[in-house]
């Protein structure tokens, strides 16, 4: 089954001259790496630095409700193995175990860290523990040197082209980006991911991983290598379980046509295949066990499509994948399929299958474009090698270098706008990357004064940050973490508007039994709240424009 030369021939040149030595490829690594750190660090920087004295950075620069959902998880599995939904209001057994968060959980309490700090210790991290698998994938994968460090450019730093509709933005003078899914996915984006998204960046890693060592498996015919896939296997499930129906998918497809090229069922694959499956499938079958009989659980995963996230249609998948999803379909051949090389084959797979996968009528669709970066590195990295830069050589040789750069300028330049906008977005310092001083002595109040029976009503903005800084439940939290979640929205305003009556107030506070509602004069007069609801709520703790109330 393997070729003389145990990795496939992915993007040799067409001549086989290798235009990095080998000796050459560790430095040229570390540089991508540092670059990655220093680029990917800009943003966290400045909002620090530039915090002014009466804000508080709230140490994340993306989607801060799932990032506030996850904290919380953090929070409660720092002591305990299942924590339970505390971004609703109503009560819940301990249940969800999430082993990512679980780890960061004891690591912070273990440092003294607060969930900022764990969240910076993990980017880094984070970064780390992908550079270092995507490096080590492609070492394993791809012949020739400067394939490989160019494929981990394309890794790295390729985006797509979403910096078009910001330039028909401003053209028009729209008020928002057209299209803004083809700008701010981020699972297909390494860079993004690495930017502002660090658990993916963990689950991108352990499916590098775990391939390469199905890679491992088929290349040495040592079921050993099967073993360490399902353990990593086992680890990515009980962290991101959806990334296993990808890999499920690509290493059963692999299997398939293994066995039709060779005509004879493929019985080592088959049996890495059941090894694979038996040590990582419990993570899946308890997820899938918990939002079928959890009614908490599974009312939240039925209010996925609440956030409108939903893979872009292929047109605006050419925007959001760019320039590196172009030069794969060039260096994509046919052929692959039949490919005498196990790893080529799978290579092949891979791409081809996200292609269906990402539009399966699930609804976290949008995640499976997460490891779709790598193939797409691979096979665009031979394109540019073996088509793309010998054409351009035979015809405007002297202009074969800058066309290159600009290529490559072009798979990069929708990664530049994310910094340059993220720092530009953090100088307004506002909600909800910043916190006023009076929110966060709001927020220390409830955490020294509530439990996990407690109740706390607020609007958005400021309930997200319940569940992280306090034990106690949040009446509005996240928009699928939260049940019936626009409806909450809609009682949110109603008791804090000082002209409900007193009636529908207090249905709403006896119904989900809210022991303390959280306003601020930003979203309304509090003073005028206070006197509307005098009989029901009594001020228990007031700072700069921030009032804490109990539920009489």
Not at 6 to 18: C, E, F, N, Q, V
Not at 314 to 326: A, E, K, S
Not at 327 to 335: N, P, Q, T, Y
Request: some cysteine; overall charge neutral; glycine content about 8%.
């Amino acid at each position: 089954m393997a070729t003389s030369d145990p990795r496939p021939i992915l993007g040799r040149t067409a001549t086989g001259k290798r235009f990095v030595a080998a000796g050459g490829e560790l430095p040229i690594f570390g540089a991508i790496l540092i670059a990655v750190l220093l680029l990917t660090s800009l943003p966290f920087v400045y909002a620090t630095a530039a915090a002014p004295a009466d804000r508080q950075f709230a140490g994340v620069i993306f989607n801060i409700p799932d990032h506030m959902q996850y904290f919380a998880w953090m929070r409660d599995l720092t002591h305990a193995n299942l924590a339970p939904s505390r971004l609703s209001a109503e009560p819940n057994e301990p249940a969800f175990f999430n082993l990512l968060w679980w780890s960061m959980g004891r690591i912070g309490a273990a440092l003294g860290l607060d969930y900022a700090g764990s969240y910076a210790l993990l980017r880094i991290i984070a970064i780390f523990s992908l550079m270092a698998a995507a490096f080590g994938f492609l070492r394993l994968v791809v012949a020739d040197t400067t394939q490989r460090l160019l494929a981990l450019f394309l890794f790295s730093f390729g985006g797509g082209l979403g910096i078009l509709w910001v330039g028909v933005k401003y053209l028009l003078r729209l008020e928002d980006a057209p299209f803004p899914f083809d700008i701010y996915t981020s699972e297909p984006n390494s860079f993004f991911i690495m930017l502002g998204f660090p658990h993916f960046g963990i689950a991108l890693a352990l499916i590098l991983a775990m391939i390469g060592c199905f890679v491992l498996a088929l290349r040495r015919r040592q079921y050993r290598y099967a073993v360490v896939a399902g353990v990593v296997g086992l680890m990515l499930g009980m962290q991101h379980a959806y990334d296993l129906v990808t890999i499920y998918a690509v290493f059963g497809a692999t299997g398939l046509l293994i066995w039709l090229r060779d005509r004879r069922f493929p019985m080592f694959v088959f049996w890495c295949g059941v090894i694979i499956a038996a040590i990582s499938v419990p993570a899946p079958a308890y997820l899938s066990a918990l939002v079928l009989t959890d009614p908490t659980w599974g009312q939240k995963l039925s209010q996925f499509d609440n956030a409108g996230a939903w893979t872009p249609w292929p047109l605006n998948l050419l925007v959001l994948m760019g320039i590196p999803l172009l030069l794969a379909l060039i260096g994509f051949r046919r052929r692959m399929l039949q490919s005498r090389d196990d790893t080529e084959l799978l290579i092949s797979v891979w791409f081809l299958l996200h292609f269906v996968l990402i539009y399966l009528p699930v609804k976290f669709q949008i995640h499976l474009l997460l490891g779709w970066q790598m193939p797409i590195a691979i096979l665009g990295s031979a394109a540019l090698l073996t088509r793309i830069l010998p054409w351009l050589r035979q015809r405007a040789p002297q202009f074969a270098g800058a066309a290159l750069a600009s290529i490559l300028l072009l798979a990069t330049v929708t990664n530049v706008y994310l910094v340059a906008w993220r720092i530009n977005d953090l100088g307004r310092h506002e909600n909800p990357y910043y916190l006023t001083s009076g929110e966060v002595a709001a927020l220390r109040w409830l955490e020294a004064n509530t439990n996990g029976d407690d109740v706390v009503l607020a609007k958005l903005e400021l309930g997200q940050f319940v569940p992280v800084w306090t034990d106690a439940r949040s009446f509005l939290a996240h928009w699928a973490g939260t049940l019936r979640f626009f409806d909450k929205r809609d009682m949110a305003d109603q008791v804090l508007d000082p002209g409900t009556t007193p009636s529908t107030r207090q249905a709403i506070l006896g119904e989900y039994g809210v022991t303390y509602v959280l306003a601020r004069d930003a979203d309304g007069p509090t003073a005028a709240l206070a006197t509307a609801s005098a009989g029901q709520l009594e001020e228990a703790f007031r700072q700069d424009g921030v009032v804490v109330f109990r539920v009489r």
